[in-house]
């Protein structure tokens, strides 16, 4: 079936560095993708989205990429710092209905090292 | 700034006990979801809801959850009769419309079944 993964679980950096976090989808269909950053014991916060018609966008310190001809998506923080450690997913959603469903990635676990 | 709300933090139920999970949306928003997160596993949809109706729901939405709107501000989850696979973080989110917007996510309630 279609499906949202994660090519990396986890990503370790150093304080300052920039990550980059990948993601890939498959279903063609998708529209919109977002990225959500969850801390320990916390829901999704939404960091930045994109909308298909799009191939980037920058938000404050993140850029997010999508290349529909791969259906490849990666969110990239620039200098990352000990507040960014967290778990990424990538989700995808397509207009269905009033309401959008959203289907999430694995997740990606980045660690700021000191 | 706003925020979607979840009420109980941590829900502790022996199995085949009824429970109800509430949200507080935005206030503004007119469109709400359920998802769930096993431990350790990706954030996967329940069921959106639009106009005091479903609008869409997956496969592990079955006979024993509903959903509720009571009155002007709460958004509630019910599972009738509680399994052991039940237990997970389920989260509350939101958007004002039912388009490419961003959807936010409460804190999320922690559900264990006993």
């Known amino acids: 079936g279609e499906s949202v993964g994660l090519h990396l679980p986890t990503l370790s950096v150093q304080e300052g560095d920039n990550s980059i976090i990948n993601c890939a989808y498959s279903?063609?269909?998708?529209?919109?993708f977002i990225w959500y950053k969850q801390e320990s014991g916390k829901g999704p916060q939404f960091i930045i989205d994109?909308?298909?018609?799009?191939d980037k966008r920058q938000g404050q310190r993140v850029t997010v990429l999508l290349n529909k001809t791969v259906k490849h998506l990666s969110l990239q923080i620039a200098a990352t710092q000990p507040g960014d450690s967290a778990v990424y997913f990538c989700a995808e959603t397509i207009h269905s209905g009033s309401a959008r469903q959203l289907t999430f990635g694995s997740g990606t676990q980045l660690t700021v090292l000191p | 700034e706003p925020e979607v709300t979840q009420t109980p933090s941590h829900q502790v139920t022996q199995m085949g006990q009824e429970v109800i999970l509430r949200c507080v949306p935005i206030s503004n928003h007119l469109y709400f979801y359920w998802y769930r997160q096993i431990l350790g596993q990706k954030v996967e949809f329940l069921v959106s809801?639009?106009?005091?109706?479903?609008?869409?729901k997956s496969e592990i939405f079955d006979d024993q959850f509903s959903v509720e709107r009571p009155d002007g501000s709460n958004f509630t989850l019910k599972i009738r009769s509680t399994k052991l696979e039940d237990s997970a973080m389920y989260f509350c989110?939101?958007?004002?419309?039912?388009?490419?917007?961003?959807?936010?996510f409460g804190p999320g309630t922690r559900l264990t079944v006993l």
């Open positions: 809801f639009y106009n005091n109706e479903i609008s869409e």
């Open positions: 989110a939101s958007t004002r419309d039912g388009g490419a917007d961003t959807q936010y």
């Open positions: 279903n063609s269909a998708s529209d919109y």
């Open positions: 994109i909308r298909s018609n799009m």
